[in-house]
């Protein structure tokens, strides 16, 4: 680990914090976006003084072992052996802290989840991923609110936007991105043979009206009646909303809400997060030509996950990790256990780049 590089991350630390110390209440832009700065350094420095530290704790117990005194070389041997380990430890912590953060893991994110092959039964497997989604947000107490719902007479999902807000979502949820298998008997099967169905699950990343400039005069409205199964009180009045945004053709639409005003409010909320996924999207080609190799989510039309009923699993493809946890990951409970597999797996790509 180069000395010199942790010596400039600590001045850079400090000046940060000398300006922060200097800096008026009318600055309130300035100083929010140090105070980030500040807060997002300060593991690493905090690791970064303990490394330089254990360093000169090194070079002195070196020192040491030229000595005359017997006694003295011993201790400083066994000394040494001990500074060596922990520097060795403390090296691999700060490897990942010195991990460039994907600026857009802090953000909240909107979730597309749409039935894939497999009829009505693909349609129940995206409900049961719907589900899953919200019981995982409660347990991490972030807040869902659902933008847009396709439903089927028997409980089905077509298609689903989910808004969720709260700490870190997208940098948890990104990697859910991809096809979803499933693998079970359907109810409507009498000759009890295993179907395989999918769903397919996009992610985005909330954005706002800094990130995306959406004009007035760039978007076209059509305003139409809901439609749905079990002829909701919403399906009465023209109150649903589609916008499509005319430069990138880009469609978004909600009829979720009785209020047209608030559905216009949803859709255009959707739309920005798919424009500003598809500027995201170009800039990580771009990057992964200079480098000649493929980075960012991944192909979405990739298989990334098994849901095998019979045998009370899930496997993910991407990592090779099995569970005997089925009913437990649906529920929310232990879907965290493969996003950290997926977390950790990504950061030692990124070790490795």
């Not at 001990?82 to 909240?108: A, M, V, W, Y």
């Not at 089905?156 to 979502?169: A, F, R, T, Y």
């Not at 589609?242 to 430069?247: A, E, K, L, M, N």
């Not at 979720?256 to 500027?279: C, P, T, Y």
Request: glycine content about 6%; proline content about 2%; hydrophobic content about 35%.
């Amino acid at each position: 680990m180069e000395t010199k590089k942790l010596k400039n991350i600590l001045d850079t630390f400090y000046k940060i914090e000398n300006k922060l110390s200097s800096l008026g209440n009318e600055n309130y832009d300035e100083y929010a976006k140090l105070s980030k700065e500040y807060s997002d350094l300060k593991p690493l420095v905090e690791k970064s003084k303990e490394f330089l530290k254990l360093r000169e704790e090194l070079n002195d117990t070196d020192e040491l072992l030229l000595s005359d005194d017997q006694e003295m070389r011993k201790e400083a041997e066994e000394e040494k052996v001990i500074l060596k380990k922990k520097i060795s430890l403390l090296e691999e912590e700060l490897k990942f802290l010195l991990i460039p953060k994907d600026e857009e893991d802090e953000r909240n994110a909107i979730i597309e989840i749409r039935a894939g092959t497999g009829g009505e039964e693909a349609a129940l497997f995206a409900h049961d991923l719907l589900r899953m989604y919200s019981k995982f947000s409660e347990l991490k107490n972030w807040k869902t609110e659902i933008m847009d719902i396709s439903q089927t007479d028997h409980n089905g999902v077509k298609e689903v936007v989910l808004n969720i807000s709260g700490k870190d979502v997208f940098g948890n949820l990104k990697f859910e991105s991809g096809t979803h298998r499933v693998q079970r008997v359907p109810q409507t099967e009498s000759g009890g043979r295993v179907h395989t169905s999918a769903a397919t699950v996009a992610v985005l990343p909330e954005a706002n009206d800094i990130d995306v400039e959406v004009l007035e005069k760039d978007l076209r409205v059509d305003i139409f009646r809901a439609s749905g199964p079990g002829g909701q009180s919403v399906n009465t009045t023209d109150s649903a909303v589609r916008i499509t945004h005319i430069p990138t053709g880009v469609v978004a639409q909600c009829q979720d809400e009785k209020s047209q005003h608030k559905n216009k409010a949803k859709a255009l909320k959707v739309l920005r997060s798919r424009i500003f996924e598809i500027e995201t999207q170009k800039k990580e080609e771009e990057r992964a030509l200079e480098r000649k190799t493929q980075v960012g989510s991944g192909d979405r039309s990739e298989r990334i996950r098994t849901y095998n009923f019979p045998q009370g699993r899930v496997t993910d493809h991407r990592i090779s990790l099995t569970l005997y946890k089925l009913e437990q990951i649906l529920n929310g409970e232990f879907l965290d256990e493969i996003i950290t597999g997926l977390i950790a797996d990504s950061n030692m790509k990124k070790l490795a780049e």
